[in-house]
């Protein structure tokens, strides 16, 4: 949650920062600001309410000179969303600034001590108290910024990235990270530095990117080399990544939202996930985590998936492939309850993470608690370098390219297929899956992003249908097998963005409460799709029609029987029964996002929601 950005070199800073911001609005749009180191040597700060935009309003007519700069998007925690408790925050003296993201757990406690010792706090944030304990070490102890920085990030219990700057030094900036993340960018000669919370500010400025590891400090000084210690003040070895990132995909392509910008996606972005690992030539699927790691996963006793959210759902889908597939059983949990629900885990289980960001604080903290544990680690993450990324003992990456909006589509569908891959290479390692099977879902699996395309392109007629639905309170959508997660996905989708209540389920579990709920007035959508529960979907279909329940179904193509019971249908194209979901679900997308635009809603920044989820 929050986005960071900061600048220092010998380029105008603000553009840089407000370039940034915009780039990481989707981690949080509560409030704006930002904090600059003007030509004069006076340090201006300027906040918003609300979006970038109206921080840029708010700074119209300021001075906004100066070479170094920090600047926050927020996702608010301690605080309503207000000015106040806008980043940057101003420490006592006036001399120092910071932006934070995370949550400082024992903020409470130390308000209390800096409170006796004189200080007061314009915000209610966590973030501000931080910064007056660095400014009131400082002065206590007579130490430099850095000193100061890392004595006072060692007394706080929680997660934090921050930035900082000293009006009294306009050539350095300080950033600091635990559990949070934050990226270095390296400018030509070290002339010039970028910080951020991710990669997506820094693309286009340079491709050399530093990753900071929890409790180091990296001192960003132009014109001298990037300087990182941990906080006992122990020199780090510093390695710059290549960085890369398609800039292109940061923007919208002429789309009116990302959200449909990445749902059109998702047949070029399963095409890159695909590629290099579907040998067509062969009939091989070939993923390095399976060759590098082939006995520990062979041979594991058990699968434990953690996850949240979307991720939490195709982590649902997997645990049905990998048992069918591999015969090994699997486990999902969320990644929010695991840690603290005293797991049985150990060696010979193998922990999977999957997170579209990679920085999920629950999920990160699920897997650290795993390893300690000796469970061997899997990452499934779409952003390289992550921190779930650097902490996993293997992995694969689903490489569907940035995702900006808050509701998950094309991760969604990436991580459904890695785990198909990954089902079918590893049941093919272990002899669990016949060769005429594995070899027609192979074939099917090449043809599978043409078919998303022939359902994007009912995207006009969904949208026609979704104004029938504007005006649904509730909406029940149920599918069985594989569709049941996609259904529980469907759900999801509709809540975040258009804030109609939706409920998914077991469809067979429908006759054990929900059914209740079923009147005249109560949308019904069901993954009717053809599968081996074919037929009992069918009766699950015709409980809510004689109750006169608006059933919405989701059929395959040419299908008859469905038809016959309802009056509203979208198709998708025929494939395997354990391929479906990366077909179903694309329908139950559009559907979310052309009632959350009839209603006049911001799909892409949805209220409440922010993107990366790094705080617990």
Request: hydrophobic share 40%.
């Amino acid at each position: 949650m929050c986005g960071i950005v900061g600048y220092v070199g010998c380029r105008d800073a603000y553009p840089i920062l407000i370039k940034g911001l915009h780039r990481l609005e989707y981690r949080g749009y509560d409030s704006a600001g930002v904090a600059l180191v003007g030509e004069n040597g006076i340090l201006n700060i300027y906040k918003a309410v609300g979006k970038v935009s109206n921080l840029e309003d708010a700074a119209q007519g300021g001075d906004r000179s100066g070479n170094i700069g920090i600047a926050h998007t927020r996702w608010a925690t301690h605080g309503a969303p207000c000015e106040r408790n806008a980043h940057p925050h101003l420490s006592q003296s006036g001399k120092l600034t910071m932006v934070h993201n995370g949550i400082i757990e024992n903020a409470g406690d130390i308000r209390k001590q800096l409170l006796k010792k004189g200080f007061t706090f314009k915000s209610d944030t966590d973030s501000e108290v931080l910064l007056q304990l660095i400014e009131y070490t400082r002065n206590k102890y007579e130490a430099d910024l850095a000193t100061a920085i890392r004595s006072s990030l060692k007394k706080v219990v929680g997660a934090y990235a921050i930035a900082v700057l000293d009006s009294d030094s306009p050539d350095t900036l300080f950033a600091a990270r635990k559990s949070s993340p934050l990226a270095v960018g390296i400018g030509e000669g070290n002339s010039e530095f970028f910080i951020a919370s991710d990669a997506s500010p820094i693309a286009g400025y340079t491709n050399k990117i530093v990753y900071i590891n929890d409790e180091e400090l990296a001192i960003c000084k132009a014109g001298e080399d990037l300087c990182v210690t941990t906080l006992d003040d122990e020199s780090v070895s510093v390695r710059a990544k290549e960085l890369d990132l398609d800039v292109s995909m940061l923007d919208k392509g002429g789309f009116p939202h990302y959200m449909l910008k990445e749902i059109f996606e998702q047949p070029e972005v399963l095409r890159n996930c695909m590629r290099g690992r579907l040998l067509s030539a062969h009939r091989r699927i070939i993923l390095s985590a399976v060759t590098e790691h082939r006995e520990e996963l062979l041979g594991a006793r058990r699968f434990i998936m953690v996850s949240c959210g979307t991720s939490w759902h195709a982590a649902l889908i997997g645990k049905q492939l990998i048992e069918q597939f591999c015969r090994i059983p699997v486990e999902v949990a969320y990644a929010s309850e695991f840690r603290y629900s005293n797991p049985v885990v150990g060696p010979g289980d193998v922990v999977f993470a999957i997170s579209q960001s990679g920085e999920t604080a629950d999920t990160l903290s699920a897997i650290q608690l795993a390893k300690e544990k000796g469970a061997l680690i899997f990452g499934i993450v779409n952003a390289v370098g992550s921190s779930i990324a650097r902490e996993s003992d293997t992995g694969t990456y689903i490489h569907v390219g940035p995702e900006i909006g808050v509701a998950s589509t094309k991760a969604f569908t990436g991580q459904t297929m890695v785990f198909t891959l990954l089902a079918l290479a590893i049941a093919r390692e272990k002899g669990s899956i016949a060769e005429d099977e594995f070899n027609e879902i192979f074939d099917e699996l090449e043809l599978i992003p043409g078919k998303i395309e022939s359902i994007l392109a009912q995207s006009d007629a969904i949208r026609e249908l979704a104004q029938k639905y504007v005006g649904s309170r509730n909406f029940l959508y149920l599918g069985r097998g594989l569709n049941y997660p996609v259904a529980l996905e469907g759900a999801l989708k509709l809540k975040e963005i258009s804030y109609i209540h939706a409920e998914g389920y077991p469809a067979a579990e429908m006759k054990h409460g929900p059914i209740a709920l079923v009147d005249e007035d109560m949308p019904v959508v069901f993954l009717a799709t053809h599968h081996n529960l074919y037929e009992k979907i069918l009766s699950n279909m015709q409980e809510v029609v004689a109750r006169k329940g608006k059933v919405l179904a989701i059929v395959t193509e040419g299908d008859v029987p469905v038809r016959g019971l309802v009056d509203r249908v979208i198709e998708v194209p025929k494939t395997l029964g354990c391929l479906c979901p990366l077909l179903s679900v694309v329908p139950l997308q559009l559907l979310a996002y052309h009632i959350a635009v009839a209603k006049g809603l911001d799909v892409d920044q949805p209220r409440n929601l922010a993107k990366s989820v790094t705080v617990e």
